[in-house]
Each structure stands twice: as structure tokens, then as C-alpha cells.
């Protein structure tokens, strides 16, 4: 089942720059995207959520990017902090915050000082 | 801030004992799930609960598990015969239905030996 795929494993930045995570899906049903980030010994950590109906969404340092056409999503992180390095999940789900979520494989995020 | 409360954090069980893995959801959360993430591999979603009946469930949530809401505070996972493959961090997550996202729990590693 690789209805949600996130292509790259790791991804590294320097800090105060931006990371740019992604995101692909195949399932055109999925209506809510959401971005989890995930530290050892945790669990999922909710940070953004996108509609289907818009195609950006901005919280603080973090944004997210919705193409509808391309079933891609991406998350912006900007500045990148130190305190940012995690794993990073894309998630999506047919109904908005009751379905369940079908999660990508995950992006580990290290920002360098 | 409210938590979604899991015991234990840790549990190891002989191959075909029955474990049951306790949750305390955020109290004024409707909606309440069960993921899993095995080693190395992505989240999955396991099952949904709500108005005190399963909304959803996968594959893998086959006769072996259920899940029950024994006082209205506690939501619990229970596997009756546990298998090795059955080893995973188990995730307990809630929502109460609005653009917020879930709220995961910190997990139980569960080792099946």
C-alpha cells in the first residue's frame, strides 16, 4: 500500500536556511493532508494541515504547499533550527480529522548548527 | 497542554500470551485510534473507535485484536494470542473532530519474544 510516498529517507540542511520536505500521493479521494513530526521515543507530534480545497497553509515557520494537479505536497521550514531535527511524516486521510490517516514512510530532517 | 496518557511504555510477552495496551485519550476527545509502526517501517493505521463502536478498521486488525472502552476514560488494545510478528510500537491517538489533527500518544513497545 504506497498510496503516500515520501521518496527521500534523510535530508540535511544547514541552520537558518529552509528545508523543504515532500510528498506524493496516488489516491485522488484523499480530502486532508496533515504533517507530523516525530522524535525518538515519541509519538507523532501533529504541526500542519492542509484542505484539499486550498493550496497553502501557513503556520509560523512552517508552510505547506498543496498541488492538487501533481498529488504532491511539500512542507517549507523557514529558518531551519537545530531543535527541527526529527522525523517528518505526511499523512492523509479521505474525511477531514475523523478518518484514518495513511502515513508516508517518513523524511529524517537534520539541521547542522 | 492535554496528553494522550499510554501504559506501559514498554511490555515484553511470551509468543501466545495475551497483552492488553491501556490509553487515556484527551478527555473531550469523540474520536479515538489505534496505530502501529513496526521497525523500520511506516505508521499503519490499526483501527478507529467512536460512540463506543469500531467506525473502521484494516487487514491487520484481524479476530486476534480488539479494542474496548471499558469506563470512559481508559481505551484499551487487546491481543489475544500474540504472534512475533507482532512486535511494533503501538500508538493510541484522539481527536475531538476539528482542523487540529490527532493527538498521538508517546506508544508501547511491544516485544514479542
Known sequence: DQQVKQNSPSLSVQEGRISILNCDYTNSMFDYFLWYKKYPAEGPTFLISISSIKDKNEDGRFTVFLNKSAKHLSLHIVPSQPGDSAVYFCAASKIRNTGKLIFGQGTTLQVKP | EPEVTQTPSHQVTQMGQEVILRCVPISNHLYFYWYRQILGQKVEFLVSFYNNEISEKSEIFDDQFSVERPDGSNFTLKIRSTKLE???????????????????GSGTRLTVV
Open chain 2, 86 to 104: 507482532d512486535s511494533a510500537m503501538y500508538f493510541c491517538a484522539s481527536s475531538v473532530g476539528d482542523l487540529g489533527g490527532y493527538t498521538f
